[in-house]
């Protein structure tokens, strides 16, 4: 690698970790700011308060990642065009394809690591900074009564309640029913269903079951039954940050049990999931705009390649935020929800580096 590469990749990689190191003291204080109340009121143990930020460092650097390598690219390419080091790169018989070569190395460098990061650490440090807000700051707010709920546990079970207390372990109207094929063999109903955890059992209350056999019905009924039922009463509703506390595998294993039992929820995991994917790419593109934006020496020096860079990045970040909240809640499709602000910015890249090659 010649003296140019190193020089810009050097530069590259030193600004962005100067961004990280700047940006995420700061939001760790304006976060503990806001919580030392609560961290006081609730005495929190001084080492779970460590270890939840941590995790914050980890989980705030993920969610922020593609901003860090924006900022760092038009900061750093603005000072070498002010400098007219980059007039002197050029003049020196250096093609533009030539001198973006050191960028596009340092932005994979820089997508392998985001890689890693949202696929092995950033879900365990989620779990961790979620876990400590729902077990310090929100407690009973973790998850909330749900009504209505179906699941299919697999091809021949089925399960529906209509009012589930996750707090409380119980649901109503609950019915449990088992299918050979298209065939009903057995149903299962009561109108209160308890999770014993102590004992690992269900309490039914006005427990009703109806076997189906060749030529006739067999019903057994019970004021109330303690059983064993083939389900975890927390498979009713898991959490609303289940999906982002999972490595790859683990997710791509957990949409495809929710997508047979019919999840509700299943397009807010579809998200995440094309998330892990979608951020570490977005580091060539935005690299590739913060260069076209920032290469070409302004009459207004660095603040105006700052003000146009930072309203590029602000309106990658709307599109992203918009449409992923639009695929969540609605049948918005999460592929392009989640893909499409990385397809317009990529040709928008193309046409900012071509007129800034010229």
Not at 26 to 51: Q, R
Not at 186 to 212: G, N, P, W
């Given at each position: 690698?010649?003296?140019?590469?190193?020089?810009?990749?050097?530069?590259?990689?030193?600004?962005?970790?100067?961004?990280?190191?700047?940006?995420?003291?700061?939001?760790?204080?304006?976060?503990?700011?806001?919580?030392?109340?609560?961290?006081?009121?609730?005495?929190?143990?001084?080492?779970?308060?460590?270890?939840?930020?941590?995790?914050?460092?980890?989980?705030?650097?993920?969610?922020?990642?593609?901003?860090?390598?924006?900022?760092?690219?038009?900061?750093?390419?603005?000072?070498?065009?002010?400098?007219?080091?980059?007039?002197?790169?050029?003049?020196?018989?250096?093609?533009?394809?030539?001198?973006?070569?050191?960028?596009?190395?340092?932005?994979?460098?820089?997508?392998?690591?985001?890689?890693?990061?949202?696929?092995?650490?950033?879900?365990?440090?989620?779990?961790?900074?979620?876990?400590?807000?729902?077990?310090?700051?929100?407690?009973?707010?973790?998850?909330?009564?749900?009504?209505?709920?179906?699941?299919?546990?697999?091809?021949?079970?089925?399960?529906?309640?209509?009012?589930?207390?996750?707090?409380?372990?119980?649901?109503?109207?609950?019915?449990?029913?088992?299918f050979n094929g298209n065939t009903l063999?057995?149903?299962?109903?009561?109108?209160?269903?308890?999770?014993?955890?102590?004992?690992?059992?269900?309490?039914?209350?006005?427990?009703?079951?109806?076997?189906?056999?060749?030529?006739?019905?067999i019903i057994e009924t019970a004021r109330?039954?303690?059983?064993?039922?083939?389900?975890?009463?927390?498979?009713?509703?898991?959490?609303?940050?289940?999906?982002?506390?999972?490595?790859?595998?683990?997710?791509?294993?957990?949409?495809?049990?929710?997508?047979?039992?019919?999840?509700?929820?299943?397009?807010?995991?579809?998200?995440?999931?094309?998330?892990?994917?979608?951020?570490?790419?977005?580091?060539?593109?935005?690299?590739?705009?913060?260069?076209?934006?920032?290469?070409?020496?302004?009459?207004?020096?660095?603040?105006?390649?700052?003000?146009?860079?930072?309203?590029?990045?602000?309106?990658?970040?709307?599109?992203?935020?918009?449409?992923?909240?639009?695929?969540?809640?609605?049948?918005?499709?999460?592929?392009?929800?989640?893909?499409?602000?990385?397809?317009?910015?990529?040709?928008?890249?193309?046409?900012?580096?071509?007129?800034?090659?010229?």
């Open positions: 690698m010649k003296i140019l590469d190193w020089y810009i990749l050097k530069r590259y990689l030193g600004t962005f970790f100067m961004m990280i190191l700047l940006f995420i003291p700061i939001g760790i204080i304006v976060d503990l700011s806001e919580k030392i109340d609560n961290i006081l009121e609730h005495k929190v143990p001084f080492a779970a308060v460590v270890g939840y930020y941590m995790d914050f460092t980890v989980y705030f650097a993920n969610l922020l990642f593609p901003l860090f390598v924006f900022l760092s690219v038009i900061w750093f390419t603005s000072k070498l065009a002010n400098k007219t080091e980059i007039i002197a790169f050029l003049s020196s018989g250096v093609s533009f394809w030539r001198f973006l070569r050191p960028y596009m190395i340092g932005a994979i460098l820089i997508c392998v690591g985001a890689l890693a990061m949202g696929l092995f650490l950033a879900p365990k440090a989620s779990q961790g900074f979620n876990e400590f807000k729902y077990s310090y700051l929100k407690k009973h707010q973790k998850v909330q009564d749900t009504r209505n709920v179906y699941r299919q546990l697999n091809d021949s079970i089925f399960l529906y309640a209509n009012d589930f207390k996750p707090l409380k372990k119980s649901a109503t109207n609950f019915t449990l029913e088992y063999v057995t149903k299962i109903s009561a109108k209160k269903i308890t999770f014993i955890e102590k004992d690992s059992i269900y309490e039914l209350r006005d427990f009703v079951q109806r076997s189906v056999l060749e030529n006739k019905d109330e039954k303690d059983t064993i039922l083939p389900f975890n009463i927390d498979e009713f509703t898991p959490v609303s940050y289940v999906a982002e506390t999972l490595d790859y595998a683990q997710l791509n294993t957990f949409i495809e049990k929710e997508t047979k039992r019919g999840s509700s929820d299943i397009n807010r995991y579809k998200v995440v999931a094309y998330k892990r994917w979608s951020i570490p790419i977005s580091a060539f593109i935005l690299t590739i705009i913060g260069v076209a934006v920032s290469s070409i020496k302004r009459r207004g020096g660095m603040g105006i390649n700052l003000a146009i860079g930072i309203s590029l990045a602000f309106i990658f970040i709307f599109f992203d935020k918009v449409l992923g909240t639009m695929a969540k809640q609605s049948d918005f499709p999460p592929l392009i929800a989640v893909w499409f602000p990385n397809i317009a910015f990529g040709i928008l890249a193309i046409y900012l580096l071509y007129n800034a090659k010229r």
